[in-house]
């Protein structure tokens, strides 16, 4: 397949300023006639040709200027034509079969209704055009159909006139003023309820807002839209940045690749980031909704109104909007909270595409598949690059620096070479040295010892970016690292510095300390970094304890966790003593989070979570999972009952607490399964009717999901009973049903497999929702237990090959979601020789089918290379 390079950028060589189009809409037949208006593009080269991407289309007319065109031919998927001028008009007409579409890029079909995915490369699909995103034209689009079938008509921009026909058929036409590129392209056709509100931007402009939802679902749509509300506010505050239409639709489908799109005036969502009720919906749901909701929003500006030049500045976009949703929802919630909640993410995620097979900077330089980059990489590291932009400059330099851009770049295709120089320009930053955090992969490694000689403890740190694939020698990059040295008898420290490590060594000299101080370092998670250092057990005990840095509370806890666990498995097995140490350190410092009444119980909850299975592999050249899980669960299971007492009286103390929104009433709820936890894993009998006792008193979604998914991995006829229940109970409702099948792929019970494999012959399992195969299947591939489960003789990867089938069913049905299940067999290199050898088999068999998909080919090349 082609290697796109970043390198090779040309300029379009033809623009399209306007384009109309009209669709004959019908769910296994839409016609499709699109008349562009087509510039030669001053810029280009001069070429007469121009080229329309195509994919999977025939032309059924061309004409040019009025009159049947006979000088176009086919190369490959595209269309060219030849052209005499420099300005012409283009008609094109196309037809698609949206029902026969289960790649769900394009116009598709999902339960009746139509609706169309163009980011990336999608639009092609649905007529001939220069499908890149520099290409911006302004859209007018006419639909017609059934008005039975279809009553609700929607596109981008503004409705300008709508009928009815003698026939059953009506009509609606839309303009959009904003110029954009064809990827935020959306329509949408189908019988569609919304709740309806309005908000009144800065400016006194008044924008009429619907969540359009299947009828019977808009009494779940309140959260959305409230959350609509606040991001649209939040904004104008935030970033000073206000809505430029009249209009603002949001549609939800069940079928959908991702999360939601952006697509200009009419973003178009997977159904599980706007529905949200108490009684379907866990509280982590409500922040999904929120931030997703945020996020699309804000692309309205980063994304829209700017865009991206080519896609390998998607970080731009991506970064900046991740950055901005996670500012988003620190503000409507705990900024505490939701910091160590984006730091787990991007260290069970992004740190591990990191340190693969698939690694690639942030802005990449090649692709074969665009689909492919929509990753951990581009959207979480990419707003932690920002972020340190923002810890560098400061809030309101930094605020000078995104105006500066918004500005200067306003309707605009750009790169992210251009933000950089805006907020270099506008913050007042030198950044020359920083722009390799874009092009350089690898999670950074850095050292940190720290020595007291008389009154000065002096800081010695050092950097290593390891190699990734293509990147064999790194340079070092700026890491700024935000510390406080913390006196050991007053618990107290003299305020914090922020540092700047930009070599491959530094020392840094801090006077007035008669004993050595206490190290806090990378408060807030300031850079995106791994830090090693040999600070004693002790130290971690004081920062969990005193750190007045949340976030550096949460890392000390872990640290404490992650020292004792890696030595247990990984630098030589620990005797009974060591071990009985390390976990009675653990204990003490547990407990101690437990009985600490000056904590509020969302961050007592943070507190409470033991590091993930991957990012202890991560810590590890070469994992054991089989053995990381073992001392892990081991772990737990002596903490449940060491703590047992304490543990019983906290799941009491928050189970009295009613029900609400507010933030004691969720911190009650997210300890009261986290309690059930470590409770099932030191008595599972006891705990099993603790358990089932939640599960039969919940009035709530979270508290009833958290019981049945700590039964779900218990041997107990409750689980069994908990099961049934939920699945009669929600009958219908998919959301709901996909989370009855992601908690039995994603549990603890000894025989998840055998699970899984019945779960995917049940007839509610279908692969033609990705929803349903990501609630099957990536939590099996992301559950240990499962993904790396091995029979007695250690011959069996049988979760290896579960997630290899379903990679080669897949593919042919949906690429772009087959592709995603390669990265866990990637990551055979790093996982002891027995697994390894199993892992690598299984990638080999999916390498040599016949036949594979661009989106998966590419994955699984780059795996086994
Ligand atoms: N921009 C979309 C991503 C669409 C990717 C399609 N392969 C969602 C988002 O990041 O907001
Ligand atoms: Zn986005």
Redesign the pocket.
Known sequence: PAVIRREEYQPPEWLVPEIALDFALDLDSTKVTATLVVRQNPEGSGGQTLRLNGDGLAARTVTVDGQAANDWRMDGQDLLIELTGQNHTVEIETVINPAGNSQLMGLYASNGMLCT?C??EGFRRITFFPDRPDVLSTYSVRMAGDKARFPVLLSNGNCTAQGENADGTHWAEWHDPWPKPCYLFALVAGELIANHDSFTTAGGRKVDLNIWVRPGDEDRTQHAMDSLIASMKWDEEAFGREYDLDLFNVVAVSDF??????NKGLNVFNTRYVLADPQTATDADYDAVEGVIG??YF?NWSGNRITCRDWFQLSLK?GF?VLRDQMFSADMGSAAVKRIEDVRVLRSAQFPEDSGPLAHPIRPDSYQEI?NF?TSTVYNKGAEVIRMMRSMAGVEAFRKGTDLYFARHDGEAATCEDFVVAIEDGAGLDLRQFRQWYSQAGTPQVKVRLDHEGDVATLHLSQVVPATPGQPVKQPMPIPLRLALFDRDTGQHRGEELIVLDAEQASFAFSGFTRIPVLSINRGFTAPVAITSDVPTADLVFLAANDDDPFARYEAMQSLIVQHLVAAVGGGILCDAERQAGRDAIGRALAAVIDDSALDDLMRGELMILPSEAYLSEQLKVADPGAIHAEREGLKAWLGRELKDRLTALHDRVSALPYGRGADARGARKLKTQALVYLAAGAPEEAASRAAAQYAAADNMTDRQGALMVLCGLDTPARDDALADFRQRYDGNALVIDKWFSLQAGSLHPKVLEHVRALADSPDFTLTNPNRVRALYMSCAVNPKAFHALNQEGENGEGYRTIADLILALDPINA?TAARFVAPLGRWRRIEPKRSALMRAELERVAKAPKLSRDTLEQVTKSLG
């Open positions: 995915q980011e990336a690749n991702m999360g939601a799109m952006e996020h699309e692309h991506e909007t689909s929509y772009q």
